[in-house]
């Protein structure tokens, strides 16, 4: 059975601090995901990596960077957060090709920006 | 316009009725399509990906019509369970990366 781990299911952090999310799956994956879920905007990608030391923009990347060291470890990192970034963060993972398997999401990082 | 449109619900429905999503996406280059589940406060699942003839799992059918670029979920038979939001999902590969685009989701509430 996939698993996808995130390193907190809740966090509250403070205008300015840097965070780090931290993901990890146990699939031997190529691909993983990080994506925010915002309520009527739904899941909008923000980076991707397809292997290790990879990383590609998602659709909205601004104010965010991600450090793919481990096949098996994608962190997301807020440099400075803002109030805006106040969302709920999942990461996902899958293997190449089609996504005919899907992709595989974590429980989530419901983080707070105060 | 949203690159995947699906009306927000919600859909009420006793249990045992025969309920129906549809949504549409509006790249004609999409590769693959996808019906996800995403049940309150927690991640997005696969439910079932969704062929050009059409393909059935038990009381859900997927539907696909790439002329009009329009994907459908029939759900037979409604159990309880069967409450939760319903993610249509397209995947607008490119250069070999999988690059999935979600639509916000049809709620879905079954009562007794």
């Known amino acids: 059975d996939v698993k996808v781990t995130q390193s907190s299911r809740y966090l509250v952090k403070r205008t300015g601090e840097k965070v780090f999310l931290e993901c990890v799956q146990d699939m031997d994956h190529e691909n993983m995901f990080w994506y925010r879920q915002d309520p009527g905007l739904g899941l909008r990608l923000i980076y991707f990596s397809y292997d290790v030391k990879m990383k590609e923009k998602g659709d909205i990347p601004e104010g965010y960077s991600v450090s793919r060291e481990k096949k098996e470890r994608f962190s997301l990192i807020l440099e400075s957060a803002s109030t805006n970034q106040t969302s709920m963060y999942l990461c996902?993972?899958?293997?190449?090709?089609?996504?005919?398997?899907?992709?595989?999401f974590g429980p989530g990082t419901r983080l707070t920006v105060l | 316009r949203k690159e995947v449109e699906q009306d927000p619900g919600p859909f009420n429905v006793p249990e045992g009725a025969t309920v129906a999503f549809n949504c549409t996406y509006s790249?004609?280059?999409?590769?693959?399509f996808f019906w996800y589940r995403q049940d309150c406060r927690k991640e997005p699942k696969l439910l079932m990906s969704v062929y050009s003839s059409g393909n059935e799992d038990g009381r859900f059918t997927a539907q696909l019509n790439r002329a009009s670029q329009y994907i459908s979920l029939l759900i037979r038979d409604s159990k309880l369970s069967d409450s939760a939001t319903y993610l249509c999902v397209v995947n607008n590969e490119n250069t070999g990366f999988q690059k999935l685009v979600f639509g916000t989701g049809t709620r879905l509430l079954v009562s007794p």
């Open positions: 996902a993972s899958s293997k190449p090709g089609l996504a005919g398997e899907g992709q595989f």
């Open positions: 790249n004609s280059a999409s590769q693959s």
